[in-house]
């Protein structure tokens, strides 16, 4: 199959799933690629500046964004997604193993209980980038990047989070600014932290 139908396919088991768990709001589904999706997706500009990891964390993974998306996208890379909603992650456990996504690894938990530690770590529409960032760089192996998905309050965010990236010697070494394919001009920002 090819990644287009690859993503095809998602769509549609998504929608499924979606009808009975709620992973997303009904009014999102119809933009379930652009909004997304896509957004998911933002995380090849990253990966085109910095390199693609072998192995990456997305905390809170949800309806397994950016972690689904990422995985079709980029069999290459070991991808783990953690979230503590037990009826999400099984959701997102019968999305891949309809999908046969042998690069992902689910996990039922707080990411405060895994010991492993990673090169990449993601999280999308989690918690403020101070919170969040208190649960990421501790599981950052050295010279890992932690890449937050932020929307356009993202300058406040960073000066709420200067506390946390100091205590964890962390570094925001970049913003990466992308667009959704919306016809509402919708920002999006890839926080890029190294530790």
Not at 39 to 53: A, N, Q, R, T, V
Not at 87 to 97: A, P, Q, W, Y
Request: hydrophobic residues 40%; proline residues 4%; glycine residues 4%.
């Amino acid at each position: 199959m090819t990644n287009k139908e690859n993503f095809e396919k998602y769509i549609q088991i998504f929608t499924q799933e979606n009808h009975k768990v709620n992973l997303i709001s009904k009014n999102d589904e119809k933009f379930l690629w652009e909004k997304h999706i896509c957004d998911s997706l933002g995380l090849s500009y990253f990966f085109e500046k910095y390199g693609i990891p072998s192995s990456l964390l997305d905390i809170g993974t949800g309806g397994g964004f950016p972690a689904v998306p990422v995985a079709i996208e980029y069999p290459q890379i070991q991808i783990t997604a953690v979230d503590s909603i037990n009826k999400k992650i099984r959701s997102v456990e019968n999305i891949k193993n309809i999908l046969n996504l042998k690069n992902l690894n689910l996990i039922c938990d707080r990411v405060e209980n895994i010991n492993e530690k990673f090169e990449v770590i993601t999280s999308r529409a989690v918690a403020s980038l101070d919170k969040i960032s208190g649960y990421a760089l501790p599981k950052l192996k050295p010279n890992g990047f932690f890449v937050a998905f932020k929307s356009k309050k993202v300058q406040e965010e960073i000066y709420l989070a200067q506390k946390v990236l100091k205590k964890y010697n962390a570094k925001i070494i970049d913003i990466i600014k992308y667009e959704l394919p919306l016809e509402e001009n919708i920002e999006r920002n890839l926080v890029i932290i190294k530790i």
